[in-house]
Protein backbone atom coordinates (compact mmCIF):
# COMPACT_ATOMS: atom_id res chain seq x y z
CA UNK A 1 0.00 0.00 0.00
CA UNK A 2 1.57 3.30 -1.35
CA UNK A 3 1.22 6.40 0.79
CA UNK A 4 -1.33 7.89 -1.82
CA UNK A 5 -4.02 4.98 -1.26
CA UNK A 6 -3.92 5.95 2.24
CA UNK A 7 -4.47 9.00 1.62
CA UNK A 8 -8.03 9.41 -0.12
CA UNK A 9 -7.86 12.80 -1.45
CA UNK A 10 -5.79 11.41 -4.13
CA UNK A 11 -7.41 10.12 -7.21
CA UNK A 12 -6.00 6.51 -8.04
CA UNK A 13 -3.20 6.00 -10.38
CA UNK A 14 -1.10 9.36 -8.66
CA UNK A 15 1.16 7.30 -6.76
CA UNK A 16 2.21 5.18 -9.69
CA UNK A 17 2.36 8.39 -11.97
CA UNK A 18 4.82 10.15 -9.30
CA UNK A 19 6.81 6.82 -9.53
CA UNK A 20 7.03 7.39 -13.16
CA UNK A 21 8.11 10.75 -12.98
CA UNK A 22 10.82 10.40 -10.31
CA UNK A 23 12.19 7.27 -12.45
CA UNK A 24 12.31 9.43 -15.43
CA UNK A 25 13.62 12.81 -13.90
CA UNK A 26 16.43 10.28 -12.17
CA UNK A 27 18.17 9.22 -15.67
CA UNK A 28 17.58 12.83 -16.76
CA UNK A 29 19.44 13.98 -14.32
CA UNK A 30 22.37 10.81 -15.08
CA UNK A 31 22.35 11.91 -18.49
CA UNK A 32 22.74 15.22 -17.81
CA UNK A 33 25.69 14.44 -15.05
CA UNK A 34 27.43 12.50 -17.92
CA UNK A 35 26.72 9.09 -15.96
CA UNK A 36 25.23 6.51 -18.15
CA UNK A 37 21.49 5.66 -17.45
CA UNK A 38 19.80 2.35 -17.05
CA UNK A 39 17.00 1.08 -19.53
CA UNK A 40 15.25 -1.35 -16.82
CA UNK A 41 14.61 2.02 -14.95
CA UNK A 42 13.84 4.31 -17.76
CA UNK A 43 11.59 1.16 -18.86
CA UNK A 44 10.07 1.02 -15.16
CA UNK A 45 9.09 4.45 -15.34
CA UNK A 46 7.45 4.68 -18.65
CA UNK A 47 5.37 1.85 -17.70
CA UNK A 48 4.35 3.20 -14.17
CA UNK A 49 3.60 6.71 -16.26
CA UNK A 50 1.09 4.67 -18.44
CA UNK A 51 -0.19 2.42 -15.36
CA UNK A 52 -1.38 5.95 -13.09
CA UNK A 53 -1.77 7.67 -16.53
CA UNK A 54 -4.91 4.56 -17.40
CA UNK A 55 -5.72 5.05 -13.77
CA UNK A 56 -6.36 8.59 -14.13
CA UNK A 57 -8.13 8.39 -17.66
CA UNK A 58 -10.41 5.88 -16.00
CA UNK A 59 -11.03 7.42 -13.15
CA UNK A 60 -11.75 11.01 -14.67
CA UNK A 61 -13.72 9.98 -17.60
CA UNK A 62 -16.00 7.31 -15.57
CA UNK A 63 -16.64 4.90 -18.85
CA UNK A 64 -18.86 2.53 -19.09
CA UNK A 65 -16.13 -0.12 -19.62
CA UNK A 66 -12.95 -1.70 -17.68
CA UNK A 67 -9.96 -0.10 -19.42
CA UNK A 68 -7.61 -3.16 -20.26
CA UNK A 69 -4.68 -1.74 -18.17
CA UNK A 70 -2.81 -5.18 -18.13
CA UNK A 71 -3.28 -5.73 -21.56
CA UNK A 72 -1.61 -1.84 -22.92
CA UNK A 73 1.31 -2.80 -20.15
CA UNK A 74 1.93 -5.77 -22.14
CA UNK A 75 1.87 -3.88 -25.69
CA UNK A 76 3.96 -1.01 -24.47
CA UNK A 77 6.61 -3.26 -22.77
CA UNK A 78 6.85 -5.42 -26.15
CA UNK A 79 7.10 -2.11 -28.14
CA UNK A 80 9.67 -0.67 -25.88
CA UNK A 81 11.69 -4.17 -26.44
CA UNK A 82 10.99 -4.05 -29.99
CA UNK A 83 12.35 -0.26 -30.51
CA UNK A 84 15.53 -1.08 -28.35
CA UNK A 85 16.71 -3.90 -30.43
CA UNK A 86 16.03 -1.74 -33.41
CA UNK A 87 17.99 0.53 -32.40
CA UNK A 88 20.54 -1.77 -31.08
CA UNK A 89 21.09 -2.93 -34.50
CA UNK A 90 21.25 -0.06 -36.33
CA UNK A 91 24.07 1.01 -34.00
CA UNK A 92 26.33 -1.75 -35.05
Known sequence: MTITEMVKVLPPG????GF???????????????IPTSGFTITLGVLAILLGGLELAGFFLTLPF????????LIVLG???LA????GNRNQ
Open 14 to 17: TGAL
Open 20 to 34: GLILIGLNAARSLNG
Open 66 to 73: ELPVFAIL
Open 79 to 81: VIV
Open 84 to 87: REQI
